[in-house]
């Protein structure tokens, strides 16, 4: 899940003309850490959920890679 | 040599056919549905023939969305005895000039149902003088050949086919039809007249040779904009290009040479523009208002340039909003469409639990081109806001067209 969480992260960096990310931590915040803003959060959701079916933003914000990975393993 | 009625493919229908297939009838629908086009023009023919009003729908429905529309099986099977005597030719030609003079024991009716783009599809009666409100006969137009490249089921496609039967013409069936097609029927067929959205013409152009033979080209349902009107005039060297502006419920408005249109002088008490939106009076409208209200809304946005001249922004669904800002889906089409190695593209919102929506974009790109997404993005970020740019974009083989041949738009 992982390597395939960090692609879709590098994908929307790259498309966004970002710097891509060798790894991504569970403590990582998608805003200050990634610097994800809310554009690339509704495209990284789009992603998240065509590869993984599940929509980590339907019931509310949230910040780090950690709960992100929590709600693709509860999908 | 017989004179072709239709062309579909292989299918070749002379009008001695026809009639001959005509006068076989003992019956009638009174509910035209069939997948088949040559069926669909018959039977229309033939309810026009013997003066019968009838209902058309398309063939793509399925049963619940019948259901839907209030036509029930019964009514499907429903049909009309016909008289004894027998049909001829003679008699068809006394219709044809019944219909042409504009007769009034015309007593023809045919009900119709908007495509939907705006909500639910909406029962639409016409007589056969409010639906060809602009068709033209003369001995001029009779070796005119059409290509039908609108569903026939709906507006476009009727008038598109009553002008042409009107002046007995030869028509070639290109709706939904694959460009190969498309391009032997101009070329090998010897058509003159091509009326189409900018969907079709999109998918159709370039074309290596330019198409000689067509004088007209009409363009409607869709914006058309300057970028196309271009194209068209390099594909079509020797032809007229018309855009027309009309709507199911009163047929073709406006007509005009390029982008603008202008109010003719009798529609000036029928049409309005409130808050750059237009609107029809019931007078011109073949839909009878359960409200009462005496205007409609179309739901066009438009932009004038004087008193008189306006050209068509975008229709009011086109508007979305991502994350509190107005994006208009049209704006960013077109600038796709701008872009060199893009022959096609439409773009769609998508609900989104970040921005309330996202805007997603499929495109069609040259076939020798490479052009990546992220390319796209940069190309587009030189001319949108960051908030205007598709986030996903898909590359695909065609845009799917709706069937009315628009280009098919995803709210979902």
Known sequence: MNARLLKIINTVKKNNDQQSVEKINKEDDLRNDLGFGSLDLAELTVRIESEFGVDIFADGLINTIGEVQEKIRNA | MLKTFLVNKDQIISYPELIRDISELRKIPEVIYHDDIYKVLKYLVASLCYNSSVTIIDSDLNDSELNQLGITEEKLNASKLLPEDEFSYEKFERV??????????????????????????KRVTHTFKSMNRYIKVSEEHGNDVWALA????????????????????????????????????????????????????????????????????????????????????IAFPNAKILNTYASTESGTLFAAKGEYFHIPHHLKSKIKVVDNEVFIHKNISAVQKEDGKEWYSTGDLVEFVDDNRFRIVSRKNDEINIGGYKVNLLEIEEKLLVHPEISNAVVHSKPNSVLGNIITAEVVIESKSNVSEKEIRKYLSKHLQDYKIPRIIKFVDAIEKSRTGKAKRNYE
């Open chain 2, 96 to 121: 044809i000039k019944q219909l042409i003079n504009d007769d009034s024991s015309t007593r023809w009716k045919i009900t119709l149902f908007t495509s939907g783009t705006t909500g639910q599809p």
């Open chain 2, 150 to 233: 609108y569903n026939p089921t709906h507006i476009a496609g009727l008038q598109v086919f009553f002008q042409a039967l009107l002046n007995v013409n030869s028509i070639y069936y290109v709706f939904d039809s694959d460009r190969i097609n498309v391009v032997r029927s101009i070329e090998e067929g010897g058509v003159t007249h091509i009326s189409a959205t900018p969907s079709f013409y999109r998918l159709l152009l370039p074309h290596q040779k330019p198409f000689k033979n067509v004088e007209r080209v009409t363009s409607g349902g869709e914006k058309l904009n300057s970028d196309l009107l271009k194209q068209l005039n």
